[in-house]
């Protein structure tokens, strides 16, 4: 048996940021105004310490801002603040969220020195255009430099990027992912644009001056991402913006805000495969999509979606979904007459 995981996080809001992305204002969507101390962390190692199980691995997680763009002495401070943690066994290991222009060798020394084992880049895309209208301040050859320099160096490279961006398509987006596959991360988020209150993009939009990336638009193209990120056997970490009180309260003002949003790009990917596999039947006819057990649901979708959607476009009878002995994500067709 393996020891169970668990990520204690620390925030670190606009830290480090050198500008302001159109889209971004990590107060609102982390729900945290403060900004992380030495006390942060010790509170919240001890803290996450009491709730995990023992043999639990855990590992300490810098989110929110740049952290290697912090002036070198307070990321030390932090760092300081878990040594003591990291030596005693209550914490494994260090992760990290960064831009890829504050990365180089000595930055990546100094994060090797106080047990970094991985390090997250906010690529957001690989297109400079869209780079370059979302205010972002790097370039998308900056991202694969640093990705590179990073997985050289021994970390673990996780790549955040973004879909429905100022400028941006589904191939864009698409091909970003194709991109960042050739950079072979251990790991990605995708992040589908929320507009939040309070930025620029919120202003944008409001003057007409940005076409909403909606929670369908995202589920249309997070679908076609994640067969290609499955293909390539890369993890999907997260995906879609953490919800919060603050975001779900009217803070996400537009944009592909849902709280269950990788619940309905799994049950869009089914839904696909299964248009696949129906092409041919013939109308009126009464069939069964035999799925893994876990995939039931995601197969009928939310309030049968998926079902009444394949009855119509198929002219079906009767589609029903059924528990059966396949692999998680496969789908076999009976049918019944």
């Given at each position: 048996m393996t020891a169970k995981n668990s990520i204690i996080p620390v925030f670190v809001p606009h830290l480090g940021c050198p500008n302001d992305c159109v889209f971004c204002n990590q107060r609102r969507i982390s729900g945290h105004t403060q900004p992380a101390t030495a006390q942060t962390v010790k509170d919240a190692i001890e803290n996450g310490a009491a709730l995990s199980p023992a043999g639990t691995k855990r590992q300490l997680a810098f989110y929110g801002g740049s952290f290697t763009a912090i002036p070198v002495h307070e990321q030390i401070s932090l760092f300081e603040a878990a040594q003591p943690y990291l030596a005693d066994g209550t914490i494994d290991s260090i992760r990290l969220s960064t831009?890829?222009?504050?990365?180089?060798?000595?930055?990546?020394?100094?994060?090797?020195?106080?047990?970094?084992?991985?390090?997250?880049?906010?690529?957001?895309?690989?297109?400079?255009?869209?780079?370059?209208?979302?205010?972002?301040?790097?370039?998308?050859?900056?991202?694969?430099?640093?990705?590179?320099?990073?997985?050289?160096?021994?970390?673990?490279?996780?790549?955040?990027?973004?879909?429905?961006?100022?400028?941006?398509?589904?191939?864009?987006?698409?091909?970003?992912?194709?991109?960042?596959?050739?950079?072979?991360?251990?790991?990605?988020?995708?992040?589908?644009?929320?507009?939040?209150?309070?930025?620029?993009?919120?202003?944008?939009?409001?003057?007409?001056?940005?076409?909403?990336?909606?929670?369908?638009?995202?589920?249309?193209?997070?679908?076609?991402?994640?067969?290609?990120?499955?293909?390539?056997?890369?993890?999907?970490?997260?995906?879609?913006?953490?919800?919060?009180?603050?975001?779900?309260?009217?803070?996400?003002?537009?944009?592909?805000?849902?709280?269950?949003?990788?619940?309905?790009?799994?049950?869009?990917?089914?839904?696909?495969?299964?248009r696949g596999l129906l092409r041919g039947i013939k109308p009126e006819s009464r069939v069964v999509l035999n799925v893994n057990k876990s995939d039931v649901s995601k197969m009928t979708g939310q309030h049968r979606a998926n079902t009444n959607i394949l009855m119509q476009e198929f002219k079906l009878k009767q589609l029903k979904v059924r528990s059966a002995d396949v692999k998680s994500g496969e789908i076999t067709v009976t049918v019944l007459d």
């Amino acid at each position: 048996m393996t020891a169970k995981n668990s990520i204690i996080p620390v925030f670190v809001p606009h830290l480090g940021c050198p500008n302001d992305c159109v889209f971004c204002n990590q107060r609102r969507i982390s729900g945290h105004t403060q900004p992380a101390t030495a006390q942060t962390v010790k509170d919240a190692i001890e803290n996450g310490a009491a709730l995990s199980p023992a043999g639990t691995k855990r590992q300490l997680a810098f989110y929110g801002g740049s952290f290697t763009a912090i002036p070198v002495h307070e990321q030390i401070s932090l760092f300081e603040a878990a040594q003591p943690y990291l030596a005693d066994g209550t914490i494994d290991s260090i992760r990290l969220s960064t831009r890829p222009d504050a990365i180089d060798g000595e930055v990546l020394s100094r994060l090797k020195k106080y047990g970094v084992t991985t390090v997250e880049l906010g690529a957001q895309s690989l297109d400079d255009t869209v780079l370059h209208l979302s205010g972002r301040g790097h370039t998308a050859k900056e991202v694969e430099d640093a990705s590179r320099l990073i997985k050289q160096e021994g970390f673990k490279l996780v790549l955040q990027m973004m879909t429905g961006l100022p400028g941006d398509t589904d191939e864009k987006s698409l091909e970003t992912a194709r991109k960042i596959i050739a950079l072979k991360p251990d790991g990605v988020r995708v992040y589908p644009t929320v507009i939040v209150r309070d930025t620029v993009l919120y202003d944008m939009w409001q003057a007409g001056q940005y076409p909403e990336h909606t929670v369908e638009d995202a589920v249309r193209v997070c679908a076609k991402l994640s067969e290609l990120f499955d293909e390539a056997n890369i993890p999907i970490i997260r995906m879609g913006l953490n919800p919060t009180e603050d975001l779900s309260g009217g803070d996400a003002a537009g944009g592909a805000y849902h709280p269950a949003l990788g619940e309905l790009v799994r049950s869009r990917i089914m839904l696909n495969r299964a248009r696949g596999l129906l092409r041919g039947i013939k109308p009126e006819s009464r069939v069964v999509l035999n799925v893994n057990k876990s995939d039931v649901s995601k197969m009928t979708g939310q309030h049968r979606a998926n079902t009444n959607i394949l009855m119509q476009e198929f002219k079906l009878k009767q589609l029903k979904v059924r528990s059966a002995d396949v692999k998680s994500g496969e789908i076999t067709v009976t049918v019944l007459d």
